[in-house]
């Protein structure tokens, strides 16, 4: 057995009282969010759940669904091209099983998460087998029991790409129709999966956010149009405090137009990179759930809304780092050695203590009472 099947095999064994800690879940994110029918959910890492208890805790007690933040990355599922590895990811699954929480299926095609064995064959031969194979793997395995699923992360770049479209390893081997024919893949393999594109970079009044929404929209209606399997809409929301305010007179219109072509959306990243780390922290907290606010306002009354997924719980995670470069941008004002800390970006803090992006969060669920029916 290798060492990590090893961990997670231990770690089931040991953590099957998983159950037993869901009792706190009356107060949390989750049941706010199924007033309205949807589920709250949080990016989540097996080896954190396994070693933090308090981190464990706040997912169990705030989560009805989960987002494998690692572990459903193809480089992570395959590492060589006859090795899966499928460790983490059952684990996640037995977890989410144990606590009646969903699990929400990223990421199929992501140009970041490719295995390295894989691009020398991608580019030369052009061989969708490649995908064909790792992606009946995939969703053999797990689509009976993850319904919603990334068939394609990230394919608009309106800056360097080839018609708005990114110029990954995807479309340099197969054309701008590897995005149909990964839907068509995803549909046969999984059919009552509900198949999204995911996307970030739509939110604010930028011209390259025009741009982005633009092109997106455009892909949609060529999906739909062209009968191509797509059930909805990712929308990563990493928002960033320096970017100014969410524009709703931007962002409303896209959204018409995305339920206008029958589409469902779901939130799938929400966190925030904060603008001034050298402000007081509860200051720096109500700048970020400000925007937060900002943005669920827009986002809720959408019915075709269905969940909400903050990228990470608490700070104490997050891929959003302060670097040395962000800092360096303050001049000599921690030059006692202190500093800001962490990016303040998710619901709870370091401590896992509840943060008002949390009550934002709270706040925006339980003032919504879209009702609609789940097919
Ligand atoms: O855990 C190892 C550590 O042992 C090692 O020392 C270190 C050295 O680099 O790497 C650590 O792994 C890193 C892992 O995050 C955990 O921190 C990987 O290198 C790093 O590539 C990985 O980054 C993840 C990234 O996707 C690529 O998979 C981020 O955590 C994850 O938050 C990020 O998530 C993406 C979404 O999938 C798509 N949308 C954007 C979002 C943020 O970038």
């Not at 990114?166 to 046969?188: K, Q």
């Not at 455009?218 to 062209?226: I, V």
Request: aromatic residues 10%.
């Amino acid at each position: 057995m290798k060492r990590r099947d090893f961990f997670y095999c231990v770690a089931s064994l040991l953590g099957l009282a998983f159950a037993g800690q869901v009792k706190s879940r009356e107060a949390s994110l989750g049941s706010a969010a199924s007033i309205s029918n949807r589920l709250y959910g949080a990016a989540v890492r097996g080896d954190l759940l396994q070693q933090d208890g308090a981190y464990r805790r706040c997912v169990l007690a705030n989560c009805s669904s989960i987002t494998p933040e690692l572990a459903l990355k193809w480089a992570a599922l395959q590492p060589q091209p006859d090795q899966f590895d499928f460790s983490e990811m059952d684990y996640l699954m037995r977890f989410a099983k144990a606590n009646g929480m969903a699990v929400y299926g990223h990421t199929l095609l992501w140009h970041e998460s490719i295995p390295a064995w894989a691009l020398e064959p991608m580019a030369t031969k052009k061989d969708w087998g490649i995908i064909q194979r790792y992606m009946e793997t995939v969703l053999g395995r797990l689509a009976g029991s993850i319904r919603y699923w990334d068939v394609v992360n990230e394919p608009i770049d309106t800056v360097d790409g080839v018609d708005g479209l990114r110029n990954s390893p995807f479309l340099a081997a197969f054309g701008p129709d590897y995005i149909p024919n990964a839907l068509r893949t995803a549909r046969m393999l999984a059919p009552a999966a509900r198949l999204m594109i995911n996307e970030f970079g739509v939110e604010y009044d930028l011209a390259v956010e025009d741009d982005r929404r633009s092109r997106l929209l455009k892909l949609l209606e060529t999906l739909r149009k062209g009968g191509v399997p797509i059930d909805g809409l990712g929308l990563q929301a990493h928002l960033e405090l320096a970017k100014g305010q969410v524009s709703q007179q931007k962002l409303k219109p896209f959204l018409d137009a995305v339920a206008d072509l029958g589409l469902e959306i779901y939130v799938t990243e929400l966190d925030v990179r904060e603008g001034n780390y050298a402000q007081a922290p509860d200051r720096r907290d109500r700048d970020v759930a400000d925007a937060v606010s900002r943005y669920l306002d827009i986002v809720m009354p959408y019915s075709n809304l269905r969940g909400i997924t903050t990228w990470g719980i608490c700070d104490r995670y997050s891929w959003l780092q302060i670097t040395p470069e962000d800092l360096a941008k303050y001049g000599d004002i921690w030059k006692d050695g202190s500093g800001p800390g962490l990016n303040r970006g998710l619901p709870f803090d370091a401590s896992m203590q509840p943060k008002p992006f949390s009550n934002a969060l709270l706040q925006a669920f339980s003032d919504s009472r879209v009702k609609y029916g789940r097919d």
